[in-house]
């Protein structure tokens, strides 16, 4: 696949996660694709990265991923990445505290065939909770 279709594979991960279409972001991932996520203490399948999504896209829906910066390299796409949305449901037991979030995070997904076969995803959490208030 070319640089500009393995970027694309990407674009279409964060559209669809910042719509809280899970359907969709399941669409870019091959069925046996591997999910490294910073905070899980072991490898995700898919079915695991959904669930931790739809935390996630509760405890702050309408939030959104911007990307800042994209790098290709032969099947590799590393992505920076803005989040910014507002905590308003519950996320793991913290309960909504109202507060804006702007945290970083940083993905390296493997695509082959089209399809994202194994990413690594590093999130600032500690960001993100010391906004929240609660650290």
């Known amino acids: 696949m070319s640089t500009e279709e393995n970027k694309a594979v990407v674009h279409r991960f964060f559209e669809a996660f910042n719509a809280g ?29 959904k669930q931790l999504a739809a935390v996630f896209l509760a405890a702050f829906p309408g939030g959104e991923h911007s990307i800042e910066d994209m790098v290709v390299e032969g ?28 945290t970083s995070a940083m993905t390296i997904d493997r695509i ?18 010391q906004q929240l208030g609660v650290m």
């Not at 669409?27 to 898919?46: K, Q, T």
């Not at 590393?78 to 949305?85: A, F, K, L, P």
């Not at 905590?87 to 702007?102: E, F, N, Y």
């Not at 065939?113 to 993100?128: A, C, H, P």
């Open 21 to 49: 279409d899970l359907d969709g972001v399941a669409a870019v991932f091959a069925p046996n694709a591997v999910v490294h996520n910073s905070g899980a203490p072991d490898p995700l399948n898919l079915d695991g990265f």
């Open 75 to 102: 099947d590799k796409v590393t992505t920076r990445i803005i989040y910014r949305g507002t905590h308003t449901g519950d996320l793991m037991g913290i309960p909504p505290t109202g507060k804006q979030v702007a």
């Open 112 to 129: 082959t065939n089209g399809k994202i076969v194994e990413t690594w995803r590093l999130f600032d959490q500690m960001g993100m909770m």
